[in-house]
Structures are given as C-alpha cells and as structure tokens.
C-alpha cells in the first residue's frame, strides 16, 4: 500500500525537523543572524535596483536547511544585500565546514561583507544566471545546493544539469500564484535529473509560531 503525502503535510514533518536541531543553539544563532541582516541593510545605499530582501525567519531557514544537510558547495541567482548569502554562509560555519557560495545579480554591484573567514563568496555583479552558471559549468563544478531568487532563462538549464547531481536541494524564493518562484520550479519539473524531488512549501504559521522568535 503507498501513502501520499502532499508538500503540505510533508512541510509540517520537515521543519519541526530542522528546527530541532537548532534549540539549544537557538539564543546564540538567532541573535546573530538578526545582526548580519542589519548589517545587510546599510549596503541598500549601494544598490541601482533597491527592491525587497528576504525577512528573518526566511534567513533562519536557510541557514537551517544548510546546516542540516551540511550544504558546502552553493550557487545563488539573486544577491541583493546578501541577506541569503550570509545566511547560507553561516550556516557553513556553524558546521565548521570549508565552502564556497557563487552569487549573482544582474542588476546591482553591491560589495557584501564576508565575517566568515573559511567561507569563499564570489560575486557576479551585474551579471545574469546565465553568465555565472555558464562560468561554473567551465570550470567543471558540482554544487550541492542551488538557491532561486530570480528567474531562470531557458539557456540556464543544460548548466544546472551539469552543475548539479539528482542529490543536490534546490530552494525557490517567491513560490506563490504567478511569481518567479512558480516559474521557475516549471522549468526544473521539465528537467528528467529531479523527476525525483520532493516538493515543500515554506514552514506555516503554526510551525513558525513554535519558534522562540524575539
């Protein structure tokens, strides 16, 4: 007998999941991560195109899925202030992991502040998903986490089949009714490489709420 499960009933498994491993370390993370994102602020002075940025608890999520499945090898299509890069870098740190985080944004040549020194972040500044992930397929990478926060264009995809592995965790930011987040998950459900992936939706309210958010 097979048991459906629905991305929402799998997202109500899957972050409490995550969450728990970060309780004890919770009071030290959190207020850390609060202060890299304020830090992040300062740089919107720098930007062409000033737009939104992820919020906290999106950061935290972040930095928990890299965290857990001990993510070292990350490529980024939307940089902005580095909210996302930071957070993804940090929780390379908290692993004591060395790692590298490729980012790009195509319309700004904002320069972020690393704090993590074993932590490489090289920047694209001013360059498209489909110029940084053809220079990382030339250099023959594999990444184990990609995450999504601009659209991806048609020439991207026989690049991420080379960069990534049917293993690799693929994050989409702005997954709601016609954003660029449901476009670009139509684009990878086409591709036969993540057939196999499981599909879930952000933490809800209920979950989030469980959170010792200050």
Not at 129 to 139: F, I, K, R
Not at 171 to 178: C, K, T, Y
Request: charged share 20%; glycine share 4%.
């Amino acid at each position: 007998m097979r048991i459906h499960i629905n991305p929402d009933q799998m997202s109500n498994i899957f972050w409490p999941m995550l969450y728990r491993g970060f309780q004890y370390d919770f009071d030290v993370v959190y207020p850390r991560l609060l202060d890299l994102c304020r830090m992040n602020t300062t740089l919107r002075d720098q930007a062409d195109y000033n737009t939104g940025s992820i919020d906290l608890i999106d950061a935290y999520n972040i930095l928990c899925l890299v965290k857990y499945f001990r993510l070292e090898k990350i490529a980024e299509v939307g940089t902005f202030i580095g909210n996302s890069t930071l957070s993804m870098a940090y929780g390379i740190a908290l692993n004591k992991q060395l790692g590298f985080i490729h980012t790009c944004d195509i319309s700004n040549a904002i320069n972020l502040v690393n704090p993590f020194e074993n932590i490489n972040i090289t920047q694209y500044q001013r360059q498209s998903s489909t110029d940084m992930l053809t220079q990382l397929a030339q250099q023959s990478l594999q990444l184990d986490f990609l995450y999504l926060d601009g659209r991806l264009q048609d020439p991207d995809l026989p690049m991420i089949d080379r960069l990534l592995s049917p293993d690799s965790i693929i994050a989409i930011d702005d997954f709601e009714g016609m954003e660029k987040g449901v476009a670009n998950l139509m684009k990878l459900s086409s591709m036969v490489k993540f057939q196999n992936h499981v599909l879930i939706y952000p933490p809800s309210r209920t979950v989030i709420a469980k959170l010792p958010l200050y």
